[in-house]
């Protein structure tokens, strides 16, 4: 080590391999409850590690390493996701084919390319998770236990199918989750209608008796069924019991009255579409309106209006201006076709949301279908509960509200998607429409006794990749026909997540383990750690679509901008910039500080580098033992321990809340200044000055003993240079070779109270007069810079000893030439001016009349 720079590129391999090759999960015993389990979110294979994974694993990884370390058996499940919508849409981009059978082809040699990449950036970010129990949620045992809980939650009636409204891209022509939709502001034009009124369904229209109408979707007029007024304003009241005329179509439509419609929006009459609006679709149940579907399976108006009413359905022609159109070319078509008949009364231009479909950004609309859903209302009480009674706990605990929000908000979950890469839906169907459920088309015949001659055909769906995810926390452990690890494990100590992901994952994880697992074993996990959103410096959210895309090894490589010296940066720097502000909840990602951690790193470098050179092979391994020699050990050595059990005490009480972005402040702060460059240089002193040979094994065993603590206490957060650090001081000290730092045990608060307990020194005193030594040393190092020779006039006694004793070795580590005591004020000296020159009211610091 003594001639090595530190250079993190020259060893972090070579200290990964050693991490491989004497740490496994292999042949671990599970049992009894010395266990640390915690749930790694599988990545999806559409794309690579990115900058906001790294910061989960990064998270995941430390825990890790500190629960082996305080003597914990762990238990991790790396996986991949197949990310239904996602991948589909990767990989029908890149393939030029609508044939299903080659795309899934693909998508399965897409997973084994990104597995392979993904493993590779793992490796390089020092991630100690285990591979070899590597699942995929489209594995043989995950597609069993996909079906397995579709077939029993069917079969306890929580999932049925039923024609509802749902949230529809025409672009991938499937349902998606309304919690995948993203609202786009945009500016948008808003037409005011007029609709004529009509006393009764016979009269005549007097185009002189309308209401005004405002919309901004003036192409579903087509499926109008009636107009909504709310039922205390006024202003209409002498229209109750009237009717509208729908403009082009001349459909003759209730007027209603209900409290729903929001009187201050626009004219306070609004449009009611029942079959392409969720609040219109609530009012036309509600009133038993017809429901119009104006859309064909493409998204292009129907050619035929499609009605339905009282389970009856009857049709209607389309007016032939507009059939077949798309949405956009109708809505141009009918604006027109308004002006012509005078019916545009105003336009506007205003901001309104556009929903839109967060990973295909293509327009959603709302329209009516035929799906699967899964009854949630009746046990979304328990699902409170959980968190209420302590029995799952937030961290941080303000996400609890976001938990609430969707339970509070919850609607029975459309489970079913219309696309071709997923798990299929485990139903099929005869002739007759009868529903067979099962595993395979074989189980199902034997199951049912269905000869060859029954013709039967699958359900055509796929379920919702959330459905698959949501099961990851039980069948990831086994579940439901391999229990072994299952009720060894479940429920995790803790899963690791995205807050913008409570909604898809977290949740549904709650949910499902709720329905589907018995007794104790209800909760997937007793704890929830949520991560914040990381941005690009400029406060854009980083994703494919804002081009913004990070890739940790780049940084790791210092493949960035702010890197002008182009220095090899590492993991450990990388992590520690990351974790640092892991508990804040959007980032403005500042890769500059990577830099200031790679001379945090640096600094540990040079200060173990020093101690590496001046111990040798009579090192003293058990302090604790050593210690009784101890006749009378210096004041500094009993300091640094003190300061060191401190730092213990404050990382218990932050790593019990997760707050790791306090215990890198807390390590950084200890190891830079209470280390480096206080106690590092109180030591270099004496063993560079003293003649005490004594004192100086005192020290030096001292600088070791603290040197090793800080490598343990660090361990988690900056794995890579306390791993190499650590086998260059056992190789020195001929310690066993095999051993890793991984491996050593966690600093106990235990041992630094004994230590002190055996010294007779008043630690209050002790404490107090070494702040004041560094306090005067900090003081004289800013004044030296234009003078070389001081006097202190010490204003107190009780201090008089305490710089007297230590006077050179403040001239020393201030590196000023001269120190002078004086009992009284000279009138050739005069006060330097400079902030906190009285200490304490202890001492003024003069300096010559001359200078």
């Not at 559409?46 to 370390?69: A, F, V």
């Not at 007016?319 to 005078?342: F, G, H, Q, T, W």
């Not at 807390?666 to 109180?682: A, D, K, Q, R």
């Not at 009992?823 to 003024?844: C, E, R």
């Amino acid at each position: 080590m003594k001639e090595e720079k530190y250079n993190p590129k020259n060893f972090e391999n070579e200290i990964y391999k050693i991490w491989e090759k004497n740490f496994n999960y292999k042949n671990i015993n599970y049992e009894g409850n010395n266990n640390f389990s915690i749930i790694i979110p599988p990545l999806n294979i559409n794309g690579k590690l990115h900058i906001g994974h790294s910061l989960q694993y990064y998270i995941i990884d430390t825990l890790i390493r500190y629960n082996r370390m305080i003597g914990k058996k762990i238990y991790n499940k790396f996986g991949l996701d197949h990310a239904g919508i996602a991948t589909q849409i990767f990989i029908e981009k890149n393939n030029n084919t609508k044939d299903k059978s080659i795309l899934i082809k693909k998508s399965i040699l897409l997973k084994k390319k990104i597995k392979k990449s993904i493993l590779k950036q793992i490796e390089k970010l020092g991630l100690l998770i285990n591979k070899d129990k590597y699942r995929f949620t489209l594995d043989n045992h995950y597609k069993y236990s996909v079906s397995y809980a579709f077939i029993k939650m069917y079969n306890d009636n929580l999932i049925y199918k039923d024609r509802k409204m749902v949230n529809w891209d025409f672009k991938i022509n499937s349902a998606i989750s309304d919690l995948e939709i993203e609202n786009i502001k945009t500016l948008s034009k808003i037409w005011y209608i007029k609709y004529f009124i009509l006393k009764n369904k016979e009269d005549k229209i007097d185009i002189n008796k309308y209401i005004i109408i405002a919309t901004t979707r003036p192409e579903t007029i087509l499926g109008d069924s009636a107009v909504g007024i709310n039922i205390n304003d006024n202003r209409f009241y002498s229209l109750k019991n009237n009717y509208a005329v729908v403009p082009i179509v001349n459909r003759i439509v209730p007027i209603i009255f209900d409290k729903s419609i929001d009187i201050l929006k626009f004219t306070g009459c609004i449009k009611i579409t029942p079959s392409h609006d969720f609040n219109d679709y609530n009012i036309g149940i509600k009133y038993n309106l017809s429901f119009i579907n104006i859309f064909d399976d493409n998204g292009k108006i129907n050619n035929i209006l499609k009605i339905y009413k009282n389970n009856i359905k009857y049709y209607e022609n389309t007016p032939n201006i507009v059939s077949k159109l798309d949405i956009n070319k109708a809505r141009e078509v009918i604006v027109n076709e308004l002006y012509k008949l005078n019916l545009i009364y105003l336009v506007e231009n205003k901001y309104i949301n556009i929903p839109v479909n967060s990973r295909t950004m293509n327009i959603i609309e709302p329209i009516i279908t035929t799906q699967w859903f899964l009854k949630t209302k009746k046990i979304s009480e328990n699902l409170k509960e959980l968190v209420k009674n302590n029995e799952i706990k937030f961290y941080p605990k303000k996400y609890e509200n976001i938990y609430f929000k969707w339970i509070d908000n919850i609607k029975d979950w459309c489970i079913s998607r219309q696309i071709w890469w997923g798990h299929k839906i485990p139903v099929w169907y005869d002739i007759k429409n009868n529903i067979y459920l099962g595993y395979n088309e074989k189980y199902v015949r034997n199951k049912y006794k269905l000869g060859s001659n029954i013709h039967i055909y699958q359900d055509k769906n796929v379920l919702d990749t959330w459905f698959s995810s949501g099961l990851w926390s039980f069948v990831s452990l086994g579940w439901p026909n391999k229990l072994n690890n299952f009720k060894k494990i479940s429920p995790y100590n803790i899963v690791i997540s995205g807050f913008d992901i409570i909604f898809f994952w977290i949740s549904r994880m709650i949910l499902l383990s709720n329905l589907l697992i018995k007794d104790n074993l209800k909760i997937p996990f007793k704890e929830i750690y949520l991560t914040c959103i990381i941005n690009d410096k400029f406060g854009n959210k980083i994703s494919k679509s804002n081009n913004n895309i990070i890739n940790p090894i780049d940084i790791i490589n210092g493949n960035f901008k702010e890197n002008t010296k182009k220095y090899y940066i590492g993991s450990d720097c990388l992590r520690l910039n990351l974790l640092s502000f892991s508990n804040i909840r959007n980032i403005k990602l500042k890769l500059d500080k990577t830099i200031i951690y790679r001379n945090f790193c640096n600094k540990i470098w040079n200060a173990s580098k020093f101690i590496y050179i001046n111990i040798n092979s009579n090192i003293y391994i058990d302090f604790l033992k050593y210690s009784d020699s101890f006749k009378e050990i210096s004041i500094y050595n009993i300091w640094i321990i003190l300061e060191f059990k401190k730092v213990l005490l404050s990382f218990n009480k932050f790593i019990n809340n997760y707050r790791l972005d306090l215990i890198i402040n807390l390590i950084y702060n200890f190891v830079w200044n209470t280390f480096c460059n206080y106690y590092l240089e109180f030591s270099k002193y004496f063993l560079y000055y003293s003649n005490n040979e004594l004192i100086k094994e005192y020290y030096i065993n001292t600088l070791f003993f603290i040197l090793n603590s800080i490598l343990k206490l660090s361990h988690p957060f900056i794995p890579f240079i306390t791993e190499k650090i650590w086998q260059f001081f056992i190789k020195k000290l001929n310690i066993d070779k095999k051993n890793i730092i991984l491996n050593e045990k966690f600093p106990d608060l235990n041992l630094y109270e004994k230590l002190l307990s055996k010294n007779n020194s008043n630690l209050y005193k002790l404490e107090y007069n070494i702040n004041f030594i560094i306090n005067l040393i900090n003081i004289i190092r800013k004044i030296k810079i234009s003078i070389n020779k001081i006097y202190i006039y010490l204003l107190e006694n009780s201090i008089k000893i305490l710089i007297f004793d230590n006077l050179n070795l403040i001239k020393k580590i201030s590196k000023i030439n001269d120190i002078i005591l004086i009992n009284d004020y000279s009138y050739n000296l005069i006060l330097i001016n400079i902030d906190n020159i009285l200490i304490n009211k202890k001492l003024i610091i003069y300096k010559d009349k001359a200078l």
